[in-house]
Structure formats: structure tokens, C-alpha cells
């Protein structure tokens, strides 16, 4: 990393909790991330309900670039970078669907959904000699793995396998995927994506829902109005007690919640099915589960740009890279498959006015980071490094959850999650291949 | 005489015309003027407030160019919900609009569509009108967002309401950070 001939290192110090603002408005570094972050990691791409059938496609985003996820006609997924070998037009620009090949609109060539190149125009007479087709096929990623429907990519073969990548934040997505009543049934999405551009840098928005638990105070109007699932103020029920979670080696940050197995969980008032649906699926959960049923996500990111919402909402973001000041953000909310219509229609209501561009929590969130990012852009402010100080020298083990973990009441303040994403953002800014990067080192 | 098949004669349609343009370019008015509480009262209590999301789809599949009814959208309110957005702009730290952006809605192409009988009981009419709405907030942060509007309004005791409002706009990947503004 070649930034003012120093280190990213040099940028973030973890241990007095101090991060410079050139992380987050300087070009140089945003462009270095395209390669250095965006290139590498594991990043999410879609969901297995997203291509249901063989022949399904869905045009995702791998950091700035334009991917197409696909069904092939043996039900293998998928993910090829959206642009013909021939001349680099898109090959796909519907945003959803059912195909047999992609035909590129500027010369013809065609791709199976595995990504073969099987038309080429004029290729008997046109090639002398005849190029190899099977060295033309579309751009597929190096590593493809799905977990509980999620669909993950990474462009480089050298990363970790995404079990290890995850590392401590696994059970995470076991209990944010998993069925309400903590049993084998699947969750899928909830309907289309929402797609909307903000004026932010993409760390911003990955380290709010890492673990900011002090920008709550921004939501006070949604508070004061009340919008949850039950009557009365506030914006979700109370989930018990919250726990920060870092993973010290891997750089991803959750926000779990308690309940206690006794606690007589009242949730979704407003409706009558879906409160009788989640009593119910507490009720098997503690069948199941015992004392670890009141164990659920309220909120993380998964290093660099996933985050995720486990209760209410229940939803999954991608903050994607469009410059260092803009961010695309996709949003998708998931459900239990096999809840009533009727829950599904009242969540879906929910999780609606929560989140997305007309979300009232959410558009404040996207306030203060768009203001954010633009007072931080100038020549004296990029001299000033932020305050990152919050819990220093708080968090150890705990039984419940692993990682590094702050409890009850300094996880309400702590930033050791943040931190924790910017000591990983630096690690994969100075090194130079996944050999510098793993085994995932925790200093 | 517009192509309605509303059985009034030229002159009663010319007024009712005038009077569903009218009410829209007040609506206008008040969104414009932040006179919120006025321009809920416009919304029946059964309304739905609905703006599907657009996709980019296939020609032969032009049907499938918004999301349905059951699918996510970018709002679908009734009017507990508009109401709590009223709410929350008037706590005064509703930070997406403190300070408030400055709005104008430029409401056009107003027509009335063929009534759904003379028998409905609910007196409804079907309307559609454009819409551009354009938001500069803070400094220099402008949003121009442009689209459809249709809507069913019903009579209630002699004056018009919005029963229905379906608004389409005219992008699939959302040009605005935020939808605070009403359509």
C-alpha cells in the first residue's frame, strides 16, 4: 500500500482508539481498496431464492463491478462478471429472470448459464486458425459457497474457504438464517431488492451496523413516534440484554441479545397471527434450544461491507463501493418460509417503514453519514484523526458467545467492534496476498 | 370531450374535472407549505398508500416491469403509517429533514379514467396525473424524482378524498438517499 509512502497501518491505531479520516475520503485509498479489499474477500452476491430454478438469473454487484449469478441446467449456481469477452458489453442488463444463453446485444456471442462461450459469429469462416471457445467463456469467480441460502463469492482462489472466513461470526448467520423456532426449516427472501445511491463513504455504513451502539441516540424522532410491532413508542421490542461481539482475527462485529428461557416474551402486538406465531415458535425454540434459546442476533457486519439485521427487521445490506464519497446500498429482508401469509404481510409492512430510503430509522442513519463523509473531505479536517475510544480495554471471553466480547452496560457503548473493522481493513490494505492475511492474525 | 366513459354531460365534466385538478394542485399547496396535518386529512382511514419499485425486465415481459402488491416496495402506508411520518417530521430531530428540505411538487397531466361503474357505491373515481417532484436540501444536496401518479378518489360527504394512491417512479436503482417527501 503505497499511500503518503506509509502504511494503512500507520492510518488506524487500535490500541489509543484513534482512525484517520484519510480512510474514508481519500481517493488514492478508495481505489486501492477496489483491489486490495474488494477483490479478495468473500462478499455476498445473492440467495438461493433469488434463482429458485435451473435457468435463473440475478444481476448482483461484486464491489463496483456488474455480476450475474446463475442457475446452470445441472442446478449448479454461478457468479461471472457481466461483460462479454468479446468487446466488454454487458452481456445482461435485465435485473432478473429465466434464461438459456445470454446473447451479447454487440456481436453476438453467446453464453450457456455455465458460462461457456458456445456462438460466436461466423466462427467456421471468421478464425483461421479457430480460436479456443473454451478459454472464452464468461469471467467466473474463483470460489463460490453457499451457507443456509446466502450465496458468497471471492475472486481470489488463495482466500480462506468462507467456513474459516467466517470464524467466530458463523453462529451468527446460524441464528440470523436459522427458523424462528430454532429448527431446520429455511428462511427466504421476502420479496425484491431495494437499490438506492447514497452520497456516503462505504465505511460508514458498515461500521453502524458493526457496532455503533451509541449513534441510538439519532433515532430518537422514530422513538418518540413509534413505529414497532407493538403498540407504543420505541422502534422493535426489547430483545434482553446486548452483547458486542468482535471477531479479533477476521474483522466482523455482532451485536447478539439475551433473553432469559423463563422470560415471558411478548413481540408483535399489533398482530394477532403473527404475536401467536412467534409464541409459538418460542415456545419449540425452548424445547430445542434450552437456556440458549434467548440467544439471537440484533445486528453485524461481516467483513467488508455485509451487514445484517437478525430480528426486527430481519434484512441483509450490501453497502456497495461507487466512489469514495457514494455508496449503492442493496437491501433484502428475509422470513421464515414457512410462516403464514398473514405474518409474512404484516413483516413485510414492518420491516418497510423501519428500513430503506423510506425507512424512518434508516434515513437518519443515512444523514449523519452523508454530512459525515462530506465535512470530513476537506484539507484541515483530513488532519484531524476520529475518536474511536470508546471501551478501551473493555471486552474478554464469555460463555455465551465467542470472539472478543464487551457485556452489558459497556456494549451499549462500546467501540470495540469498529475498531476491530478498521484493524482488519488495514491488514488487507498492506498485505500483498492472502498469505499476509492468514492465518488471520490478531495483533 | 375527453375519451371518459363518466355518463355526465360536456359541461358536468368539464367541472368535475376542474374540481379533481383543483384538489391535486391544493395538495400540492400544502405539501409545499409543510401544512402536514392538513394534507393527511385529504387520505380516507381505509387508504393505501403504495410505491411499487421498477425493475428492468424483457419487452415480452413488460408486466413484470413493477413489483406486485405482495412484494417489497419502497412504501406501501396505510394511514396509521403516513401519519407517524407526519409525526416524526414535526419532533424537530427527525435529522433527514431538520433542517427541512424545500420542496415543489409540480403536479400535471391530470385526467380522469373511465369510472368503475355508476352503480359503486363507494362514489370512486380513477385519476392519473405526473408528477416531478424536486427537493433541494442543506446546501447543495437536489433530488429531481419524476413519475406517475394513480389514484382513486372517493366522495365523502360531498368533498373529495384519496382512497387509493399507487406512485410510479421513473427509476429502479433509487437516484435519492432518502424518501422523505410525500407524492
Same mark, same amino acid.
Given at each position: 500500500?503505497? =499511500?503518503?509512502?506509509?502504511?494503512?497501518?500507520?492510518?488506524?491505531? =487500535?490500541?489509543? +482508539?484513534?482512525?484517520?479520516?484519510?480512510?474514508?475520503?481519500?481517493? @488514492?485509498?478508495?481505489?486501492?481498496?477496489?483491489?486490495?479489499?474488494?477483490?479478495?474477500?468473500?462478499?455476498?452476491?445473492?440467495?438461493?431464492?433469488?434463482?429458485?430454478?435451473?435457468?435463473?438469473? =440475478?444481476?448482483?454487484?461484486?464491489?463496483?463491478?456488474?455480476?450475474?449469478?446463475?442457475?446452470?441446467?445441472?442446478?449448479?449456481?454461478?457468479?461471472?462478471?457481466?461483460?462479454?469477452?468479446?468487446?466488454?458489453? #454487458?452481456?445482461?442488463?435485465?435485473?432478473?429472470?429465466?434464461?438459456?444463453?445470454?446473447?451479447?446485444?454487440?456481436?453476438?456471442?453467446?453464453?450457456?448459464?455455465? !458460462?461457456?462461450?458456445?456462438?460466436?459469429?461466423?466462427?467456421?469462416? +471468421?478464425?483461421?486458425?479457430?480460436?479456443?471457445?473454451?478459454?472464452?467463456?464468461?469471467?467466473?469467480?474463483?470460489?463460490?459457497?453457499?451457507?443456509?441460502?446466502?450465496?458468497?463469492?471471492?475472486?481470489?482462489?488463495?482466500?480462506?474457504?468462507?467456513?474459516?472466513?467466517?470464524?467466530?461470526?458463523?453462529?451468527?448467520?446460524?441464528?440470523?438464517?436459522?427458523?424462528?423456532? +430454532?429448527?431446520? @426449516?429455511?428462511?427466504?427472501?421476502?420479496?425484491?431488492?431495494? #437499490?438506492?445511491?447514497?452520497?456516503?463513504?462505504? #465505511?460508514?455504513?458498515?461500521?453502524?451496523?458493526?457496532?455503533?451502539?451509541?449513534?441510538?441516540?439519532?433515532?430518537?424522532?422514530?422513538?418518540?413516534?413509534?413505529?414497532?410491532?407493538?403498540?407504543?413508542?420505541?422502534?422493535?421490542?426489547?430483545?434482553?440484554?446486548?452483547?458486542?461481539?468482535?471477531?479479533?482475527?477476521?474483522?466482523? @462485529?455482532?451485536?447478539?441479545?439475551?433473553?432469559?428461557?423463563?422470560?415471558?416474551?411478548?413481540?408483535?402486538?399489533?398482530?394477532?397471527?403473527?404475536?401467536?406465531? =412467534?409464541?409459538?415458535?418460542?415456545?419449540?425454540?425452548?424445547?430445542?434450544?434450552?437456556?440458549?434459546?434467548?440467544?439471537?442476533?440484533?445486528?453485524?457486519?461481516?467483513?467488508?461491507?455485509?451487514?445484517?439485521?437478525?430480528?426486527?427487521?430481519?434484512?441483509?445490506?450490501?453497502?456497495?463501493?461507487?466512489?469514495?464519497?457514494?455508496?449503492?446500498?442493496?437491501?433484502?429482508?428475509?422470513?421464515? #418460509?414457512?410462516?403464514?401469509?398473514?405474518?409474512?404481510?404484516?413483516?413485510?409492512?414492518?420491516?418497510?417503514?423501519?428500513?430503506?430510503?423510506? @425507512?424512518?430509522?434508516?434515513?437518519?442513519?443515512?444523514?449523519?453519514?452523508?454530512?459525515?463523509?462530506?465535512?470530513?473531505?476537506?484539507?484541515?479536517?483530513?488532519?484531524?484523526?476520529?475518536?474511536?475510544?470508546?471501551?478501551? !480495554?473493555? !471486552?474478554?471471553?464469555?460463555?455465551?458467545?465467542?470472539?472478543?466480547?464487551?457485556?452489558?452496560?459497556?456494549?451499549?457503548?462500546?467501540?470495540?467492534?469498529?475498531?476491530?473493522?478498521?484493524?482488519?481493513?488495514?491488514?488487507?490494505?498492506?498485505?500483498?496476498?492472502?498469505?499476509?492475511?492468514?492465518?488471520?492474525?490478531?495483533? | 370531450?375527453?375519451?371518459?366513459?363518466?355518463?355526465?354531460?360536456?359541461?358536468?365534466?368539464?367541472?368535475?374535472?376542474?374540481? *379533481?385538478?383543483?384538489?391535486?394542485?391544493?395538495?400540492?399547496?400544502?405539501?409545499?407549505? %409543510?401544512?402536514?396535518?392538513?394534507?393527511?386529512?385529504?387520505?380516507?382511514?381505509?387508504?393505501?398508500?403504495?410505491?411499487?419499485?421498477?425493475?428492468?425486465?424483457?419487452? %415480452?415481459?413488460?408486466?413484470?416491469?413493477?413489483?406486485?402488491?405482495?412484494?417489497?416496495?419502497?412504501?406501501?402506508?396505510?394511514?396509521?403509517?403516513?401519519?407517524?411520518? *407526519?409525526?416524526?417530521?414535526?419532533?424537530?430531530?427527525?435529522?433527514?429533514?431538520?433542517?427541512?428540505?424545500?420542496?415543489?411538487?409540480?403536479?400535471?397531466?391530470? %385526467?380522469?379514467?373511465?369510472?368503475?361503474?355508476?352503480?359503486?357505491?363507494?362514489?370512486?373515481?380513477? *385519476?392519473?396525473?405526473?408528477?416531478?417532484?424536486?427537493?433541494?436540501? *442543506?446546501?447543495?444536496?437536489?433530488?429531481?424524482?419524476?413519475?406517475?401518479?394513480?389514484?382513486?378518489?372517493?366522495?365523502?360527504?360531498?368533498?373529495?378524498?384519496?382512497?387509493?394512491?399507487?406512485?410510479?417512479?421513473?427509476?429502479?436503482?433509487?437516484?435519492?438517499?432518502?424518501?422523505?417527501?410525500?407524492?
Amino acid at each position: 500500500m503505497t =499511500f503518503n509512502g506509509g502504511s494503512a497501518k500507520s492510518l488506524v491505531d =487500535f490500541q489509543r +482508539g484513534e482512525i484517520s479520516r484519510e480512510v474514508f475520503v481519500n481517493e @488514492g485509498l478508495y481505489r486501492e481498496e477496489l483491489d486490495r479489499i474488494f477483490a479478495r474477500a468473500w462478499l455476498y452476491v445473492g440467495h438461493e431464492s433469488q434463482i429458485r430454478r435451473p435457468g435463473d438469473y =440475478f444481476v448482483s454487484c461484486m464491489g463496483e463491478e456488474s455480476v450475474i449469478l446463475t442457475r446452470d441446467p445441472l442446478g449448479t449456481p454461478h457468479v461471472f462478471l457481466n461483460t462479454c469477452r468479446h468487446r466488454g458489453m #454487458k452481456v445482461c442488463r435485465y435485473d432478473e429472470g429465466h434464461t438459456v444463453h445470454f446473447i451479447c446485444p454487440y456481436h453476438g456471442w453467446s453464453y450457456a448459464t455455465d !458460462g461457456r462461450l458456445v456462438g460466436v459469429q461466423q466462427y467456421e469462416t +471468421g478464425y483461421q486458425p479457430p480460436f479456443d471457445k473454451s478459454q472464452w467463456g464468461l469471467i467466473e469467480v474463483a470460489q463460490l459457497a453457499t451457507y443456509k441460502g446466502t450465496i458468497w463469492a471471492t475472486w481470489d482462489a488463495a482466500a480462506p474457504p468462507f467456513l474459516d472466513y467466517l470464524g467466530e461470526a458463523r453462529i451468527a448467520l446460524d441464528l440470523a438464517l436459522g427458523a424462528w423456532d +430454532g429448527g431446520d @426449516g429455511e428462511t427466504e427472501l421476502l420479496g425484491s431488492v431495494q #437499490k438506492w445511491l447514497i452520497p456516503s463513504n462505504w #465505511k460508514f455504513v458498515a461500521e453502524n451496523f458493526a457496532g455503533d451502539g451509541l449513534h441510538v441516540v439519532s433515532h430518537r424522532s422514530v422513538d418518540m413516534t413509534g413505529i414497532g410491532p407493538t403498540a407504543g413508542e420505541g422502534r422493535r421490542d426489547n430483545p434482553g440484554r446486548l452483547l458486542l461481539a468482535m471477531s479479533p482475527a477476521w474483522g466482523h @462485529g455482532i451485536t447478539y441479545s439475551y433473553l432469559p428461557p423463563t422470560t415471558n416474551r411478548v413481540e408483535y402486538a399489533a398482530s394477532p397471527a403473527t404475536s401467536d406465531y =412467534f409464541t409459538q415458535c418460542w415456545e419449540r425454540r425452548l424445547t430445542k434450544l434450552g437456556s440458549q434459546a434467548g440467544l439471537q442476533v440484533v445486528v453485524g457486519t461481516l467483513f467488508p461491507n455485509m451487514s445484517m439485521h437478525g430480528q426486527q427487521p430481519r434484512t441483509i445490506l450490501v453497502a456497495h463501493p461507487r466512489g469514495v464519497a457514494t455508496t449503492e446500498m442493496w437491501r433484502v429482508y428475509f422470513v421464515d #418460509k414457512d410462516a403464514p401469509q398473514e405474518v409474512k404481510q404484516f413483516l413485510r409492512h414492518y420491516y418497510i417503514r423501519y428500513s430503506g430510503p423510506a @425507512g424512518m430509522t434508516e434515513q437518519d442513519d443515512m444523514e449523519n453519514w452523508n454530512y459525515a463523509t462530506a465535512a470530513s473531505r476537506g484539507t484541515i479536517a483530513r488532519r484531524h484523526p476520529y475518536n474511536y475510544k470508546a471501551g478501551l !480495554g473493555v !471486552g474478554g471471553s464469555h460463555e455465551l458467545v465467542p470472539g472478543v466480547v464487551t457485556d452489558y452496560p459497556v456494549s451499549m457503548s462500546s467501540e470495540q467492534n469498529t475498531r476491530t473493522l478498521y484493524r482488519r481493513w488495514a491488514q488487507f490494505m498492506d498485505a500483498n496476498s492472502w498469505a499476509d492475511l492468514t492465518p488471520a492474525r490478531a495483533f | 370531450m375527453a375519451n371518459t366513459h363518466i355518463p355526465v354531460s360536456p359541461l358536468n365534466y368539464l367541472m368535475l374535472a376542474k374540481e *379533481v385538478e383543483d384538489f391535486f394542485y391544493r395538495e400540492a399547496d400544502l405539501l409545499d407549505e %409543510r401544512r402536514y396535518e392538513e394534507w393527511l386529512t385529504i387520505f380516507t382511514d381505509d387508504v393505501r398508500y403504495w410505491m411499487p419499485i421498477r425493475k428492468n425486465v424483457p419487452y %415480452r415481459a413488460e408486466h413484470g416491469d413493477m413489483t406486485d402488491e405482495n412484494d417489497i416496495a419502497w412504501i406501501d402506508d396505510d394511514k396509521t403509517t403516513l401519519t407517524k411520518r *407526519v409525526r416524526q417530521i414535526q419532533t424537530g430531530v427527525h435529522w433527514a429533514e431538520e433542517p427541512a428540505s424545500r420542496i415543489c411538487h409540480i403536479i400535471s397531466n391530470i %385526467r380522469l379514467l373511465e369510472a368503475p361503474g355508476t352503480e359503486n357505491s363507494n362514489h370512486e373515481l380513477a *385519476v392519473t396525473s405526473r408528477f416531478c417532484v424536486y427537493r433541494n436540501r *442543506v446546501e447543495t444536496e437536489t433530488d429531481f424524482l419524476v413519475g406517475r401518479r394513480h389514484d382513486m378518489l372517493r366522495r365523502v360527504d360531498g368533498r373529495l378524498m384519496v382512497a387509493r394512491r399507487k406512485i410510479i417512479l421513473d427509476q429502479s436503482v433509487l437516484m435519492a438517499k432518502n424518501l422523505t417527501m410525500f407524492f
